[in-house]
């Protein structure tokens, strides 16, 4: 059974940042791809960023793209998301999830596994 444990959320300051943690359970980490999501009260889950199985290729949401990071060490089977800049409207519940596939994706439809979600406030 594979399973993610987010941390690292909290409250920031707008401008502040923030260090998302997704450990994973599981051998198959390092030939998945991983991402994140994040759903904000009332709004539908959206994609954030996504990273291949080496961390080769990474994508990210048009509105965190220049701000956020994400990154992965295999040795570790942890996932990242560095958020810098943070504006009131990235405040949301986040989620890891391990995709399928060994490529990048942001279909959600891609990704078999999720983890419970850490939430990120920022306030203006």
């Known amino acids: 059974q594979v399973q993610l444990v987010e941390s690292g959320g909290g409250l920031v300051q707008a401008g502040g940042s923030l260090r998302l943690s997704c450990a994973t359970s599981?051998?198959?980490?390092?030939?998945?791809?991983m991402g994140w999501f994040r759903q904000a009260p009332g709004k539908e889950r959206e994609f954030v960023a996504t990273?291949?199985?080496?961390?080769?290729?990474?994508s990210y949401a048009d509105s965190v793209k220049g701000r956020f990071t994400i990154s992965r060490d295999n040795a570790k089977n942890t996932v990242y998301l560095q958020m810098n800049s943070l504006k009131p409207e990235d405040t949301a519940v986040y989620y890891c999830?391990?995709?399928?596939?060994?490529?990048?994706?942001?279909?959600?439809?891609?990704?078999?596994?999720w983890g419970q979600g850490t939430q990120v406030t920022v306030s203006s």
């Open positions: 999830a391990r995709s399928r596939w060994a490529s990048d994706t942001r279909r959600s439809t891609d990704y078999d596994y």
């Open positions: 599981g051998r198959t980490f390092s030939r998945n791809a």
């Open positions: 990273i291949s199985w080496s961390g080769s290729s990474t």
